[in-house]
């Protein structure tokens, strides 16, 4: 199983960017996937997850602002990223939800600054 995320980069308060995640050695369609996040120093975090019937969940601090989608075609889950804040500032991840499995990809980093 192997997860290959991108889209990452650097964008300035408010900005947006959408990131993607492909999926090699697993369907995304018929498994709960979420996002992850790192922020230097912390502990990695639940950013979104979608339950295989479409169900999506956020954590408070990016609700109205982010979205997580997948295209079953595709096999690949994206997350939206608008009105992004310096707090969002971290490298981000996909993996199973809500218990993610101890394989994890590189990551794409994601900086939100002036």
């Known amino acids: 199983v192997q997860m290959v995320e991108s889209g990452g980069g650097l964008v300035q308060p408010g900005g947006s960017l959408r990131l993607s995640c492909a999926g090699f050695g697993i369907i995304f369609s018929i498994n709960n996937m979420g996002w992850y996040r790192q922020a230097p120093g912390k502990a990695r975090e639940l950013v979104a997850g979608i339950t295989n019937d479409g169900t999506t969940n956020y954590r408070e601090s990016v609700k109205g602002r982010f979205t997580i989608s997948r295209d079953k075609a595709k096999n690949t889950l994206y997350l939206q990223l608008n009105s992004l804040k310096p707090e969002d500032t971290a490298v981000y991840y996909c993996?199973?939800?809500?218990?993610?499995?101890?394989?994890w990809g590189q990551g794409t980093l994601v900086t939100v600054s002036s």
């Open positions: 993996n199973l939800y809500p218990t993610p499995s101890e394989n």
